[in-house]
């Protein structure tokens, strides 16, 4: 199971960071990931983690993908936000031997105001 904090509402140019605790199962096997999903738009990709980072390209420079295998956390250090950054973020994971994010938390709502 996957639950996400630390979404909240600020101003463009603020900066949050957004945490997902995993249960379960052995953390360290699993690929990371956050997703978004704006108002009347598709779900898109953030960000990834596992033996490398990746980001889609509009929040490179700004936003910062780590894990902490200890505690079984992932978080999502989002600087410099802006109003496109608007919308619910979703953490995911799936295991290394698998292909598609299965395991999905319930969501975070991050709204940036201009």
């Known amino acids: 199971q996957l639950q996400a904090s630390g979404g909240g509402l600020v101003q463009a140019g603020d900066s949050l960071r957004l945490s997902c605790a995993f249960s379960g199962q052995t953390f360290g096997n699993y690929v990371m990931a956050w997703f978004r999903q704006a108002p009347g738009k598709d779900r898109e990709f953030v960000a990834s983690?596992?033996?490398?980072?990746e980001y889609t390209d509009s929040v490179k420079g700004r936003f910062t993908l780590s894990r902490d295998n200890a505690k079984k956390t992932l978080y999502l250090q989002m600087n410099s936000l802006k109003p496109e950054d608007t919308g619910i973020y979703y953490c995911a994971a799936h295991h290394r031997a698998a292909d598609d994010y299965n395991i999905w938390g319930q969501g975070t709502q991050v709204t940036v105001s201009s």
């Open positions: 983690i596992f033996w490398r980072t």
